[in-house]
């Protein structure tokens, strides 16, 4: 009976590739560079056990009972002060608490997406950004990318198409791995500032920096060019997490936004879930105010440089010449592109047959992309990857050559 | 710049009065009716806290890592075996861990509802529900009822408008506290099936049962009458939540549907916030597991019969007789008519001079409900319940008064 009943955008909901892909790499022997965990042993338990302990003592009634829907104020200004930079002071009323990252888009989309609407971004992209505007009914188009992110020279040309937004990741994409040069950042905000189209930025990793510089966010950079405003008033949302700072199971996630988006997106969030959980809420702000990121982040840096570093060289040794990677400055992703003609799907059976795992590229692509793969750095111990990338180059060899 | 890009369903979008009420009842000295706050005093704070420790200790990694979107396996275990009565038996594959009930309302909207689809409601009816599905520009038809819930006997009548699902909530609804009879849930069950429409039971409050005998769920009658099959396959779409057994804070709630719906439903849950926080879910399982129910159910139920005892006894003291209220058995509600002509926003205002507050009636319908008005006693102690009534009743008679 249920099938005459469904809405029109469940047509454009699929399972997650990703998702699926957990589920067979949850078996014991799999070596999986596919999800895009963070290392658990860097997950900081013994401060979450105390800090949960302290918050339940003191604030046990407020971490328990129903909360405002814009989120815990105290911790609306923490991060209101975190993503602040030279140029350009957030207030906690540009804030929005989401549930997740993940529940950022979801409420961009509710607040802007009307069906045939267009989003522009990046090819490849975050898989479930377009997941999350597919059930807006949204079409996409792409701006191609190279090792300094999306290319800006095509900008111009494809703002004719009237999109409802431009969706960017500006550090360390996810499934790329690759940075938005600064200048190509000035130019990004400059063209969307001009023709008045949001700018929605996406910025999981932007702390996990193993080296160079820190640039600045599209949210400063569009707030510097058009602040004479005592407050946020730029063209950009910027969404952010604290899943790859902390922990992922916290599902702890923010907005930040002019205050007229906030409103829209408060109302938006109050029919979809009234308000992101408080104890989790709570614990976290009393771990960031008590300095936690100052050497949790550290941490997670090195651990993370020292497996990227590993797979780039297991890479060197394992891969064939004619196989291109991308060598990420930071975050949890190096993106390969293997020769034309190849196909990473057929190779993920291959691999699987050899205990490894990834994400074959095409689901971050709208069209195309079935040569390239992604792989998760953050994830593996410094030996497994070592194993992995071998396990990997033998499949590579095997669906190279000919069946015998 | 912003307002030329917001989606057409933003228009539906609308501040929810209750919410702004609740800013203004932080006031120290308002006593509050307005909200539909569990009593904090009943918090588990401590068998939180030793759970939490517990499951930080055991499962540290499990619950601060990402999650299946499903939910924890154990926790959706322990669920079908909650909601599962004589002659429904649900599997855990029926079941989906929802972040609050409310996200099981958005969840609905979202895989049934296309602009102009009809969804047929009580009158009055839970007026997050309405938002949630305005959201997704969804018309209304109501159904009337009285003491014993929906009359059903207009039902096959309005069926003939072809809605998207009937939705209902049977125990001690929100916003009347009434409860549907048990003829009337086999008439609703009966001719739902008959029409092959989708039945939504929303039933955050059926174990908070003052007196009378439990009723089986819509849940349960649906499958008994479509059951040849080993698993459930009715027409009813079940939603749960931990928010008034528990907590609220923990924003932990289910959906109980067949798996077939279960399946869409993940894939709409994937786009919106991957999965519900890990570490609310397992310490959720440690403490329901652990027969925490067994003893917390009772406690509360004892709290809010002796508070609706009190607001019960309190309206017949200071209530004219020209004014009629509901008397629930069970739940965190009373309903209040007033005589026709007497404008339940006027009130407010003159209740909010006397420092006590609640919810007009009005948006709790599609059209009128002026005169009505909804008072929550689970939040309130019973000398303030004794005063705010009291309080109420002089609001009540300076608004029948002329002014001088």
């Given at each position: 009976?249920?099938q005459e009943?469904?809405a029109?955008?469940?047509q ?8 699926e892909l957990l ?13 895009g965990?963070?290392a658990p ?8 056990a ?16 129903y ?6 104020y ?8 975190y ?8 207030t906690?009323e540009?804030?929005l ?5 993940q ?40 701006i191609?990318?190279?090792?300094d ?7 111009s ?10 969706y ?7 499934p790329?791995g690759?940075t ?17 189209i ?13 080296e ?6 599209l949210?400063?950079?569009s707030?510097?060019?058009q602040?004479s405003?005592?407050?946020?008033a730029?063209n950009s949302?910027s ?11 916290f599902?702890?996630?923010w907005?930040v ?6 409103n829209?997106l408060v ?25 936690i ?17 590993t ?16 060598e990420?400055h930071g975050?949890l ?6 020769p ?7 190779l ?7 205990h490894?795992?990834f ?8 069209m195309?992309?079935?040569n390239?793969l992604?792989?998760n750095?953050?994830?593996?111990s410094?030996?497994m990857?070592r ?14 050559q000919?069946?015998?």
């Open positions: 009976m249920w009943h469904y029109q955008r469940t454009r909901m699929t399972n997650s590739a990703v998702r589920k067979f790499t949850e078996q014991p022997d799999c070596i999986s560079f596919a999800g965990l963070p042993e860097a997950f900081p338990i013994e401060s979450v105390q800090a949960t302990q302290k918050v339940l003592c003191d604030k046990g009634i407020a971490a328990l009972q909360g405002p829907t814009e989120g815990y105290p911790l609306r200004e923490w991060i209101a002060s993503v602040s930079e030279s140029g350009s002071t957030i906690p540009n804030v608490i989401t549930t997740g990252s529940q950022g888009l979801d409420l961009t989309g509710k607040i802007f997406l009307n069906p045939g609407d267009t989003v522009l971004v990046e090819s490849p992209t975050y898989l479930a950004a377009l997941q999350a505007w597919m059930a807006y009914e949204a079409d996409f188009i792409d191609p990318t190279d090792c992110g999306m290319q800006t020279q095509y900008l040309t494809l703002l004719e198409a009237n999109p409802k937004f431009i960017c990741q500006p550090n360390f994409q996810n790329q690759v938005l040069s600064l200048s190509r950042r000035e130019e990004l905000i400059e063209l969307s500032i001009r023709k008045s949001p700018l929605v930025e996406d910025d999981p990793y932007g702390a996990l920096r193993f160079g510089e820190h640039l600045p966010r949210l400063t950079l707030h510097r060019a602040s405003y005592g407050q946020y730029g949302i969404l952010g997490t604290f899943s790859k700072l902390l922990m992922p199971g599902r702890l996630g907005i936004a002019p205050m007229e988006v906030i829209r109302q938006a969030k109050q029919s979809v879930d009234l308000h992101t959980p408080m104890l989790n809420q709570i614990v976290v702000h009393e771990l960031v105010s008590n300095g990121l100052e050497w949790q982040i550290p941490r997670i840096t090195q651990l993370y440089r020292e497996r990227r570093d797979m780039l060289m297991s890479l060197a040794e394992h891969f064939s010449p004619d196989i291109r990677w991308t990420p975050g992703f190096i993106w390969v592109t293997l034309i003609g190849m196909d990473a799907s057929l993920l059976q291959n691999a699987v047959r050899e490894v795992a994400v074959p590229g095409a689901p971050f692509h709208i195309g992309g079935e390239t992604r792989l750095f953050s994830n593996a410094i030996p990857i194993d992995g990338i071998a396990r990997l180059g033998q499949a590579i060899s095997h669906l190279s000919p069946v015998s």
